[in-house]
């Protein structure tokens, strides 16, 4: 064996030149580094990928500041609050006078059928007092007592879009649709039954916090 023969060698490789051959290891440590880097570096981003999944889902992981307290604030997030049936007669208990305040002949009749096919109880039917007469503009006025304002008022709206509402002194339970120059029709069922519904179960309110 020759003296430049490197150890282990074992005599099958003979060195004839003047230089000496380089022996490397091979580079196992540093691919095992990389790949162990590698290797943290998709589980963190996995991880963080299934932290922000369990965030939107869980509803967080929002930058609306209106859904956060404002620092300091004493309020917690915003919660719906609920919100108790609302006690309003039924329109079988509401008797309605209809009264046309327009020149159109027999509108009172047919507004007073079609609220009397709805399930309102109808009470007298004929043309506007003088104080009204020819002197509405709008869809028409709902007109009763002050107890009819929480109670009657809101139930018969439901039927007639865009009418005023006014009180006076009787002491009945009746109240008046008086027929203005800008009514064409009664709210359609479908419409009216909607609204009816919203009056009856209103939608729970949401807190706010300052």
């Not at 939107?56 to 919100?83: E, I, K, L, N, Y």
Request: with cysteine.
């Amino acid at each position: 064996m020759s003296m430049l023969t490197p150890p282990g060698m074992g005599g099958k490789y003979r060195v004839t030149g003047t230089t000496y051959p380089r022996m490397r290891r091979p580079r196992r440590r540093g691919r095992i580094a990389s790949a162990s880097i590698a290797a943290a570096a998709a589980l963190g981003l996995a991880g963080w990928g299934t932290v922000q999944l369990i965030d939107v889902f869980g509803g967080g992981g929002t930058t609306d500041t209106a859904r956060r307290p404002a620092a300091g604030s004493t309020c917690r997030a915003a919660s719906p609050s609920p919100v108790a049936a609302v006690a309003l007669p039924r329109p079988a208990d509401i008797t309605v006078n209809v009264y046309n305040a327009t020149p159109r002949s027999g509108l009172a009749k047919t507004t007073a059928d079609e609220l009397k096919k709805r399930g309102f109880t109808i009470g007298k039917i004929g043309n506007a007092p003088a104080a009204y007469d020819k002197k509405i503009a709008g869809p028409g006025i709902l007109l009763g007592a002050q107890a009819a304002a929480k109670g009657a008022f809101p139930v018969l709206g439901t039927q007639v879009k865009g009418a005023e509402t006014k009180t006076d002194t009787r002491e009945t339970a009746d109240v008046d649709l008086i027929i203005g120059s800008g009514f064409t029709a009664l709210a359609t069922p479908s419409d009216a039954t909607a609204a009816m519904t919203a009056l009856l179960h209103p939608k729970p309110k949401t807190s706010t916090c300052t």
